[in-house]
């Protein structure tokens, strides 16, 4: 069973960029039938998907983010990340990476990362 | 249109039946899975597809689809089954993906 895990600041300035890390265990970045995606959710709101990544590296995004926002993924296949610029208060959230098996057309989230509390504040 | 529409909230007797649902255009193409969350935690995937559920989620919990609606049934609700549900599924283009906005199931 992969593990994923969220890595990266916990505190970011307004205006500067957000970037994450999520690490795979158990696993690679791989596979045609999974998309590695990135999820937040505000305080008191619900989930949020932001964006995934496919083993190609082809990438697709929310358009209300679509400006800001980056998914990249390493060589190595262990990683992907998430870069947001331009933050605002309005981008403190938890951020979750997840697994995304869409088998038969069939998309649901396996697995999830634990999360990770951005806080944009100065 | 990209939107997944769902009631904010809903309650139901300890071991009676409830049904949450989940409507959207792309509901008529896609089909829906389903994520439970309890505060402080991440979601869990409880239902999928046609009625699928993961290894370790109680039969209890049951997903169908009917026209532009998706909906998740509980049977026989227990008191750990009160949390918020999410649906989520692909945009009308299958490209994107979006998440509705979120049940919360309070068991009596």
């Known amino acids: 069973q992969v593990e994923l895990q969220e890595s990266g600041p916990g505190l970011v300035k307004p205006s500067e960029t957000l970037s994450l890390t999520c690490t795979v265990s158990g696993g690679y970045v791989s596979g045609e039938t999974y998309f590695w995606t990135w999820i937040r959710q505000r305080p008191g709101q619900g989930l949020e998907w932001l964006g995934n990544?496919?083993?190609?590296?082809?990438?697709h995004y929310n358009p209300s983010l679509e400006s800001r926002l980056s998914i990249s993924a390493d060589t190595s296949k262990t990683h992907f990340s998430l870069k947001l610029s331009s933050v605002t208060a309005a981008d403190t959230a938890v951020y979750y990476c997840?697994?995304?098996?869409?088998?038969?057309?069939?998309?649901?989230?396996?697995?999830w990362g634990q999360g990770i509390l951005v806080t944009v504040s100065s | 249109s990209s939107e997944l529409t769902q009631d904010p909230a809903v309650s139901v007797a300890l071991g009676q039946t409830v049904r949450i649902t989940c409507q959207g255009d792309s509901l008529r193409s896609y089909y829906a899975s389903w994520y439970q969350q309890k505060p402080g935690q991440a979601p869990v995937l409880v239902n999928y597809?046609?009625?699928k559920r993961p290894s370790g989620i109680p039969d209890r919990f049951s997903g169908s689809n009917s026209g532009d609606t998706a909906s998740l049934t509980i049977t026989g609700a227990q008191a750990e089954d009160e949390a918020d549900y999410y649906c989520h599924s692909r945009d009308s283009s299958g490209n994107l993906r979006v998440f509705g906005a979120g049940t919360r199931v309070t068991v009596l």
């Open positions: 597809a046609k009625n």
């Open positions: 990544i496919y083993y190609s590296g082809n990438t």
């Open positions: 997840a697994r995304e098996d869409d088998h038969d057309y069939l998309a649901h989230f396996d697995s």
